[in-house]
T-cell receptor
Framework: NAGVTQTPKFRVLKTGQSMTLLCAQD?????MYWYRQDPGMGLRLIHY???????AKGEVPDGYNVSRLKKQNFLLGLESAAPSQTSVYFC????????????????FGAGSRLTVL | AQSVTQLDSQVPVFEEAPVELRCNYS??????LFWYVQYPNQGLQLLLK??????LVESINGFEAEFNKSQTSFHLRKPSVHISDTAEYFC????????????FGKGTRLHILP
């Protein structure tokens, strides 16, 4: 009953370093999302995917890249981390409209706290 | 594009008092609306949703929200709050005819005073 699992939970980077956040879901959901949460800014959509091999830009995509090579995984990459990317990152997933009663409900992971020095 | 405005960043309220958290949306097409709750140090979870039908929707823990199309609002209410309701509440919107992109408001932090 894992749902959405994010790794790592915490990470500290130096400016310019790269890293990848991994999101894994075991609910066979088609759609997956990466949001960032900052004080006073709420949740802002970074990138999302509507299926394996597809990705799309959200509200704040600059400085991030994503990949969805497998249906259950959605990776968020920072090629050259900046202090402005210090945030809590949340992954979420949901099923496609018309597929089950949960089609409109996002399931969130517990979050990944990233600090860029 | 759709957008969501939560007018209050923080709402303090005494325990057992009523509360209303405000949410307004903007969209040129029909929308679905949601309230999510985030308890301290946790991810978000769905509180309630409006898709169609009755404009008043309720959650299992006493919250309710009313969809008002003319005022483009989806305010969240509870007649009597408990200390366990301390959390941040997020309003979210997606277009009814497009189920991929879901946009969240900036959140309202509910402080329950003893």
């Amino acid at each position: 009953n894992a749902g959405v699992t994010q790794t790592p939970k915490f990470r500290v980077l130096k400016t310019g370093q790269s890293m990848t956040l991994l999101c894994a879901q075991d609910m066979n959901h088609e759609y997956m999302y990466w949001y960032r949460q900052d004080p006073g800014m709420g949740l802002r959509l970074i990138h999302y995917s509507v299926g394996e091999g597809t990705t799309a830009k959200g509200e704040v995509p600059d400085g991030y890249n994503v990949s969805r090579l497998k249906k259950q995984n959605f990776l968020l990459g920072l090629e050259s981390a900046a202090p402005s990317q210090t945030s809590v990152y949340f992954c979420a997933s949901k099923s496609r409209a018309g597929v089950g009663s949960g089609a409109n409900v996002l399931t969130f992971g517990a979050g990944s706290r990233l600090t860029v020095l | 594009a759709q957008s969501v405005t939560q007018l209050d960043s923080q709402v303090p309220v005494f325990e057992e008092a009523p509360v209303e958290l405000r949410c307004n949306y903007s969209s040129s097409v029909s929308v679905y609306l949601f309230w999510y709750v985030q308890y301290p140090n946790q991810g978000l979870q769905l509180l309630l949703k409006y898709l169609s039908g009755s404009t008043l929707v309720e959650s299992i823990n006493g919250f309710e929200a009313e969809f008002n199309k003319s005022q483009t609002s989806f305010h969240l209410r509870k007649p009597s709050v408990h200390i366990s309701d301390t959390a941040e509440y997020f309003c979210a919107v997606r277009r009814a005819n497009r189920d991929d992109k879901i946009i969240f408001g900036k959140g309202t932090r509910l402080h329950i005073l003893p």
